[in-house]
C-alpha cells in the first residue's frame, strides 16, 4: 500500500454520535470474532469515541483504545476509557497485547504495511489481530458521486480520497508476508440503513472530499452529491443506505 500523504479526516465526536452511531452498533459480529477473555491485554485501534472499547472492558479485559483524533479520544477518556492519540500506521509497541481489535477504521490508514507491522510488534507471540474495515468496492456509488461532483469544478477527487478498501487476496498476502497466519478473511456486502439523510453521512464520514471546495460551495455539492445518488440509495419506504462493503479478517502472530 502506497505511504502517500493524503489529506486528513477531522472528527466532531458530537455530529458522529448521532450521524454515524451504526458503526459500533454493528460491531458486535466483529467482538464476537475477538472474544475477549478476562485479564487479557487488548488494544483497540482505532478506538473512536470509545463505545466498543468501554465494551471489551466490561467483558474483563484490560484494553488501551488508540486514536489519531484528538477530539474522538477526549470523547473516550469521558467514557473513563484509556484513550491516546496515536497514529495507526507508527504505533511503536513492543510485546504487549494479547489481542488487537480494529472496527472501520483501518481504511482510513493509507501505509497497511506499516499498520500490519507495528500491529504485529505490539502482540505477544501467539496474540490475535481481529479486524473489519473497508473492503473493495465499500461506498462505490458515494465515492464515485463525490468523484464527478469534483470533477466538474475542476478538482482532483483521487488526491481527495482518504480511503483504501483492499480485496481479499491483497490483504491475506499482505497479512502473510507481514509475519501473520491468516486464520480467517473474507469480504461481505452489508448495506447499512442511515439514522439520516446522506448529507449527514457526508459531512461525517467525507469531510476530506468536501474540505476541496469553499464553505459558499458545500451546500450545493453536497444537494448534487445526494441528487446523484438518490437512483441508486435513496426509498421512500426506508430511507437512504450507504453501499457498505466490508473486509473481516483474524490473524494471528505466530507462538
Known sequence: MTSERRPS???????????????????EPLLALLAPQKGERVLDLGCGDG??????VALGAEVIGVDGSAEQVAAARARGLDARVADGQKLGLEAEFDAVFSNAALHWMQDQRAVFDGVRRALKP?????????????????????AAALKRRGLDAEAADPWVFPDVAEHRALLEACGFTVRSIERFAR?????????????????AFLAQVSEADRSALLAEVSD????????????????????????????
Not at 9 to 27: E, I, K, M, T
Not at 51 to 56: F, K
Not at 128 to 138: D, H, L, S
Open 126 to 146: 501467539g496474540g490475535r489481530f481481529v479486524c473489519e474495515m473497508g473492503g473493495a468496492g465499500n461506498v462505490e456509488h458515494i465515492r464515485s458521486a463525490l
Open 191 to 207: 448495506p447499512t440503513p442511515l439514522p439520516g439523510e446522506m448529507a449527514d453521512w457526508l459531512e461525517v464520514f467525507a469531510r
Open 228 to 255: 446523484a445518488l438518490q437512483p441508486a440509495l435513496w426509498n421512500a419506504a426506508g430511507g437512504w443506505t450507504a453501499d457498505y462493503v466490508r473486509l473481516r479478517f483474524h490473524a494471528v502472530k505466530p507462538a
Open 9 to 27: 479526516q477531522d472528527w466532531d465526536p458530537a455530529r458522529y454520535a448521532r450521524s454515524a452511531r451504526f458503526v459500533s452498533d454493528l460491531g
Open 51 to 56: 463505545a466498543l472499547t468501554e465494551r471489551i
